[in-house]
């Protein structure tokens, strides 16, 4: 009976000592294999998983008194995060900026909720960055991480109005390469192979995306289009928006004209999804 009650408190220890580590609360994690080792000495496992949390710790704690703050220490410490407890350590270090800034901050340049998509949080994730784009609407970097983290909740059309509006207001402050969406990270790449756009192609995301019925086009008066845009792309896809909000023959006409000299092969893949 005492060797069951003993296999069922290893069990225990262990259970809680891999959750600490998720969370990456070192000390709980080293803690818990330390009580485990107690009563099983023999559990190599537990030791091996002790000899690295502890490590781990130590570092931490070192790093800590150098950078006088524990948020510094865990971000410091990110080249030692073995590839196991990376997930782990992204979370920690979110769990903590927030903690100290309060939720939706910008941790690095990053917002806090792309440090708990990267360790896999997306709820939290989601919920951080709309904190962050609360804080600072026109944060694009924010904002295409929110279409990120609603794509992989499966909310698509969410995600694509967020995609959108980051493309629109500022093309050059998102990632093409870490869009979620793949039809959305494909847009780039069709716009320089198939539409041959003059520039850098993230700024013609917008228009591309709108062309193929991907993103949807605000009216030119509402928010989600960059202010004055000067970049092709960007004018070809203000002229959709006004196109589709002329009132007159003449200035649908002069709105053709102007989209047909900035893109010719775009311009006639809109004429023909028009019909």
């Known amino acids: 009976m005492r060797q069951l009650d003993l296999f069922a408190e290893r069990t225990l220890h262990v259970v809680r000592a891999r959750r600490a580590l998720r969370?990456?609360?070192?000390?709980?994690?080293?803690?818990?294999?330390?009580?485990?080792?107690?009563?099983?000495?023999?559990?190599?496992?537990a030791r091996q998983e002790l000899e690295c949390a502890s490590a781990l710790l130590a570092r931490r704690d070192h790093l800590a008194q150098q950078h006088g703050d524990m948020l510094g220490a865990l971000l410091a410490l990110r080249e030692e995060v073995p590839p196991e407890l990376l997930a782990a350590w992204h979370r920690g270090v979110a769990r903590e900026a927030e903690a100290l800034h309060g939720a939706g901050c910008i941790v690095q340049r990053e917002p806090a909720g792309v440090y708990?998509?990267?360790?896999?949080?997306?709820?939290?994730?989601?919920?951080?960055?709309?904190?962050?784009l609360a804080r600072d609407p026109g944060n694009v970097r924010a904002r295409a991480a929110h279409g990120d983290a609603l794509y992989r909740l499966g909310d698509v059309g969410g995600a694509r109005v967020e995609y959108g509006r980051a493309f629109a207001e500022r093309p050059d402050g998102v990632a093409l390469e870490?869009?979620?969406?793949?039809?959305?990270?494909?847009?780039?790449a069709a716009a320089a192979c198939e539409y041959e756009v003059d520039g850098d192609p993230v700024f013609w995301?917008?228009?591309?995306?709108?062309?193929e019925g991907i993103f949807d086009v605000p009216p030119p008066t509402l928010p989600g289009l960059a202010d004055e845009p000067t970049a092709p792309g960007l004018l070809f896809y203000r002229a959709i928006a006004e196109h589709r909000a002329a009132r007159t023959h003449a200035e649908r006409v002069a709105i053709r004209e102007r989209m047909r000299r900035l893109s010719p092969t775009l311009f006639a893949r809109y004429l023909e999804r028009r019909r």
């Open 23 to 45: 969370d990456f609360d070192l000390a709980a994690a080293c803690e818990e294999f330390r009580a485990t080792l107690a009563d099983f000495p023999s559990d190599s496992a």
């Open 116 to 132: 708990w998509l990267l360790g896999g949080d997306l709820e939290q994730g989601e919920r951080s960055l709309r904190a962050t």
């Open 178 to 188: 870490r869009i979620a969406d793949p039809e959305v990270a494909a847009l780039g």
């Open 205 to 211: 995301v917008a228009a591309v995306g709108a062309v």
